[in-house]
């Protein structure tokens, strides 16, 4: 049987996917009836070890272990900060700098929504660095493209970080506005059919692009990318006609 997911990477240690938007990595207390993407790759790919996460609204890499000795290796490895991951993002504003960090210290599941807070007393040491690849500017409407490369793991990190930098992710319900990007919202003298019109993307417009690691049995590094999906892909197309 073949996976329901596109298959970035796999021998007999590990498998990575990209994961598409609207999957949860692993079943999830707060949202039991979403599909869940180790439930569907275990289908076809027999049982496989939990290495890290990804949020449900994000699309991306995604690694699992196939076997015990490659998890404790794995893991090690993401404890360790000896896997570097590449996120991109989408976010309201036009950041004044082209790359920054920021060490915000994070709470996960700090209030009532179960959102991570930043928490200069509870918090947990936090980094995440970032690099403005792209701006855009509409009608009254600012956005730019934003490489993330998070340094520890917390829950939320990069949209928590970015949120409290000023520029939250787009279309993000927990730090941001929920609110679809829509093509009339953010271009002058737009002609479309009001009645008709469909939203460019409508998720947190979050991509685990890239994802670079040494092997766990071998020691030979890897490099597992993930292509921008379809609605991150449109979203970019537009907002650089703007």
Request: charge should be neutral; aromatic fraction near 8%.
């Amino acid at each position: 049987m073949d996976s329901a997911f596109p298959i970035l990477y796999r021998d007999e240690d590990l498998v990575a996917v990209d994961k598409p938007s609207g999957y949860l990595a692993v079943p999830d207390r707060y949202d039991p009836d979403a599909p869940v993407v180790v439930r569907e790759l275990e289908k076809s790919e027999g049982t496989l070890f939990i290495v890290h996460r990804l949020d449900k609204d994000t699309s991306g890499v995604i690694l699992f272990a196939r076997n015990a000795e490659a998890h404790r290796s794995l893991s090690e490895a993401f404890e360790t900060r000896a896997i570097a991951k590449t996120y991109r993002a989408i976010v309201r504003g036009s950041p004044v700098w082209d790359e920054e960090s920021c060490d915000l210290p994070l709470k996960p599941d700090g209030d009532r929504r179960h959102r991570t807070i930043i928490d200069g007393g509870e918090g947990k040491t936090s980094f995440t660095r970032f690099k403005v690849l792209e701006r855009f500017r509409g009608s009254g409407f600012s956005a730019a493209l934003i490489e993330a490369h998070p340094e520890t793991g917390r829950t939320h990190q990069i949209r928590v970080h970015l949120a409290g930098m000023g520029y939250p992710v787009l279309c993000d319900p927990l730090y941001g506005s929920p609110e679809p990007l829509l093509l009339s919202k953010v271009k002058g003298k737009w002609k479309g059919d009001p009645f008709g019109e469909r939203p460019l993307i409508s998720r947190t417009a979050l991509h685990a692009a890239l994802i670079e690691f040494k092997h766990p049995r071998t020691g030979l590094p890897l490099r597992i990318e993930a292509p921008e999906p379809k609605d991150l892909r449109a979203s970019l197309a537009q907002l650089r006609k703007l």
